[in-house]
């Protein structure tokens, strides 16, 4: 393939019509597909279902513990579920707490509370005149949306293929007192689909924060989302490396089984120092009785311990490697050589991350919702949704079928093309 | 019986000795038992257990619109949950949005989002300088912890025999624009039993706040939770009320099926103007994905429709009535004529609220817990836990066994006697 850089105008103008044609003929075929949220397909969900069987009108329904799960009660959550989770995320079960459906909603809490009540005794953040948080880009867009939803001033962090600029992050971390926090999604982050080296969560982990409230947020959404069962990255645990260096406080972990159980019917959790979750239930207390504790046992009942997890994650694998392969497939094929894009290559998580030349990335997006595919908005993966270089898009395989994504994964290459072709064509 | 304030000290000092006797008797029997919390009794959750058949592995999960209730999406409940609990509440589907487990945390969200971000629009209240909550009492802790938590002032609303002092309410509520807001149960109100009078509502509806953002907090909990077939209160629908005077935006109605399905694993609402779910969605949609749509399925699957929970309903009350009838007829023939003591007789709910003579209540919650029953903090149903009197106690007989109620029963008016004869003593 000759790179789109060293074509003559005249032979852009010519592939430019080809391509255009070949836009129309599939603009024709009014496609209606999905690419948009990192959502699992119905047969990955299918695979869950043997834990509707969990339970019927006989069981018994208390736990290792004897805690009659349907009645009120345990606000922590109960002890298998906060063990079965800590087995995820490597932190002992006291240092767990098990909330609903949503580690999203344990997030915003944890922002909300800092707003309206301070960290752990320091003021509460509607107090200050200014309050930062980093946010690593591109990266989770609901992660952003929260900071942005309480007034919080964004500081887009650059990742690297390691994690973010920590240079940056030291710098900022350790000289102004109004950043308060960072987002972080250390492993198979979204959209990345990168892993923090062992040196970034190290240089993490001894942060010499100005404020004394600055808190690590460590959304580690995808810790058992390998893609592969040979070739797997590795994270270290935060919360241990933070107390070694005398630094419990500073990280607050979130996780759910959202993609691992049901999306809309898992269990979440936070695990942090016991300082922190003293902290997380003085509201927490005020907030609710209790979680569902029925939803609890049945996950812990299903899948016992991190070993039944894992080989859950494998029947999940199966599915997501095909698709994820599909679409990098399409795209060495049609856009490798070219010099116009470039697509980062996950072993886990739900996303493929996509660069395309400067300032084409609405463009594509929008030529692919006008032939019938969505993908997530341009810009969404940055802070204030502004992509400084109008270039990265995240592609979220896992919900459409084979056959959906090789037509969604053939246009997406085809609106790439074409659009590049036209910026250049603009010089 | 003779009243106790008719007898001579000479008289009363035998009686306390007596009174003494028996109470060291009943003490050394070492008892455990508790009605501190509204908890529903095990046999009550084992009701709702056919609930835990409804789906297997092989059931199609989807709703009547087609929804997929595994996967993420739907962030205002699905469709028949929605109709279910509006039915449940008299009001139309497209007015509720559907949630977790608790009501508690849908209403401490909505204050810590007019907190944070005000009510549809109106400024954020930590932006004043004083937000105050009418709070009719005794009443719900539970409310009055949450207003505290975010430090808003409470006013303290006697209660009448058909529902707060209105003309207090009305006045309060038209002249004070710092007067955001007021804790309501309206129907077999936590802890009297009681449920508001048509004419309550009446003014309820037709109330003239100062401030624009002033609304009702209208915590349904006990809607369905008769005792009885054939003496049943009934409670005027406000939303529509409110609506009819033009003010549909004052009232937030909250509900769930905590004490219907079960304690710690029920689908709660709110039910409002549409002004109002939007504004509550702006947040909500930044919070979470979606809420357990599973859950909420097998609700809907199986009460079906509002004659379905109140069948159910009936099965509750052939539990709780036995209950409640019990601790009244102790009451009645231990302390009636005796002029020491006043108590509700509901019609449903899960309350028995008792009025000891002043100065007593904490004395003899402490005395109880002495010899082994635990009862709800004296002071509990009151803003900052104070009750002026002293004389509040709320009784929670859903929870123990008929044999433990008898013996929580007959300790209790032990008690009673025991610090009334000491109080009259000390005069």
């Given at each position: 393939?000759?790179?789109?850089?060293?074509?003559?105008?005249?032979?852009?103008?010519v592939?430019?019509?080809?391509?255009?044609?070949q836009?129309?003929?599939?603009?024709?075929?009014?496609l209606?597909?999905d690419?948009s949220?990192?959502?699992?397909a119905?047969e990955q969900?299918?695979m869950?279902m043997?834990?509707?069987?969990i339970?019927?009108?006989?069981?018994?329904?208390?736990d290792e513990?004897?805690?009659?799960?349907r009645?009120?009660?345990?606000?922590?959550g109960i002890?298998g579920?906060?063990?079965?989770?800590?087995e995820?995320?490597?932190?002992?079960?006291e240092h767990v707490i098990?909330?609903?459906t949503?580690?999203?909603n344990?997030m915003?809490?944890?922002v909300?509370?800092?707003?309206t009540?301070g960290?752990?005794?320091?003021?509460?953040w509607?107090?200050?005149?200014?309050?930062k948080?980093?946010?690593?880009?591109p990266?989770?867009?609901?992660?952003?949306?929260?900071?942005?939803?309480?007034?919080?001033?964004?500081i887009?962090?650059?990742?690297n293929?390691?994690?973010p600029?920590?240079?940056?992050?030291?710098k900022?971390?350790s000289?102004?007192?109004?950043?308060?926090?960072i987002?972080c999604v250390?492993?198979?982050?979204?959209p990345?689909?990168?892993?923090?080296?062992?040196?970034v969560?190290?240089?993490?982990?001894?942060?010499n924060p100005a404020?004394?409230?600055f808190?690590?947020?460590w959304?580690?959404?995808y810790?058992?989302?390998?893609?592969?069962?040979?070739?797997?990255?590795?994270?270290p645990?935060l919360?241990?490396?933070c107390r070694?260096?005398g630094?419990e406080?500073?990280?607050?972990e979130f996780?759910?089984?959202?993609?691992?159980?049901?999306?809309?019917?898992?269990?979440?959790?936070?695990?942090a120092?016991?300082?922190?979750?003293?902290?997380v239930?003085?509201?927490?207390?005020?907030?609710?009785?209790?979680h569902?504790?029925?939803?609890?046992l049945?996950?812990?009942?299903?899948f016992k311990?991190?070993?039944g997890i894992?080989?859950?994650m494998?029947?999940?694998?199966?599915i997501?490697r095909p698709?994820?392969?599909?679409?990098?497939e399409?795209?060495?094929?049609?856009?490798?050589?070219?010099?116009?894009?470039?697509?980062?290559?996950?072993l886990g998580g739900?996303?493929?991350?996509?660069?395309?030349?400067?300032?084409c990335a609405?463009e594509?997006?929008q030529?692919?919702?006008?032939?019938?595919?969505?993908l997530?908005?341009?810009?969404?993966?940055y802070p204030?949704?502004?992509?400084?270089?109008?270039?990265n898009?995240r592609?979220?395989?896992?919900?459409?079928t084979?056959?959906?994504l090789?037509?969604?994964g053939?246009?997406?290459?085809?609106?790439?093309?074409?659009?590049?072709?036209?910026r250049?064509l603009e010089?």
């Amino acid at each position: 393939m000759k790179a789109y850089c060293e074509m003559s105008k005249e032979e852009l103008a010519v592939l430019e019509k080809e391509l255009k044609a070949q836009y129309e003929e599939a603009k024709a075929k009014g496609l209606k597909l999905d690419m948009s949220r990192g959502k699992p397909a119905a047969e990955q969900l299918d695979m869950t279902m043997p834990m509707m069987d969990i339970f019927n009108r006989n069981c018994d329904m208390r736990d290792e513990k004897g805690v009659d799960v349907r009645n009120y009660g345990n606000l922590e959550g109960i002890w298998g579920a906060r063990r079965l989770l800590g087995e995820m995320l490597g932190v002992d079960p006291e240092h767990v707490i098990v909330f609903g459906t949503a580690s999203l909603n344990v997030m915003y809490d944890t922002v909300s509370r800092s707003v309206t009540h301070g960290v752990m005794g320091s003021t509460p953040w509607y107090k200050l005149d200014k309050v930062k948080f980093l946010c690593p880009a591109p990266g989770y867009d609901r992660h952003f949306a929260i900071t942005e939803h309480f007034g919080i001033e964004m500081i887009t962090i650059p990742m690297n293929e390691d994690g973010p600029d920590m240079d940056m992050v030291e710098k900022l971390v350790s000289e102004d007192p109004a950043v308060k926090g960072i987002w972080c999604v250390p492993m198979y982050t979204n959209p990345l689909g990168i892993t923090y080296s062992e040196e970034v969560c190290r240089r993490m982990a001894d942060l010499n924060p100005a404020a004394e409230d600055f808190r690590i947020y460590w959304d580690n959404a995808y810790c058992v989302h390998h893609l592969y069962e040979d070739k797997q990255d590795t994270l270290p645990e935060l919360l241990s490396m933070c107390r070694a260096n005398g630094k419990e406080d500073m990280v607050l972990e979130f996780a759910s089984t959202s993609k691992i159980s049901f999306a809309g019917a898992g269990i979440s959790c936070i695990a942090a120092s016991l300082g922190n979750l003293e902290w997380v239930k003085k509201s927490m207390t005020i907030q609710i009785i209790s979680h569902d504790k029925i939803n609890q046992l049945r996950h812990v009942l299903y899948f016992k311990d991190l070993n039944g997890i894992k080989e859950h994650m494998k029947k999940h694998a199966a599915i997501m490697r095909p698709k994820f392969e599909m679409v990098l497939e399409i795209m060495e094929r049609e856009l490798g050589g070219l010099g116009i894009a470039t697509w980062t290559k996950p072993l886990g998580g739900y996303f493929i991350s996509f660069n395309s030349m400067d300032g084409c990335a609405k463009e594509i997006v929008q030529r692919c919702k006008d032939a019938g595919v969505t993908l997530t908005g341009a810009g969404a993966t940055y802070p204030y949704k502004k992509d400084p270089h109008d270039s990265n898009i995240r592609i979220a395989p896992s919900y459409p079928t084979m056959e959906e994504l090789r037509a969604s994964g053939e246009l997406f290459v085809l609106c790439v093309k074409l659009v590049s072709v036209e910026r250049l064509l603009e010089k």
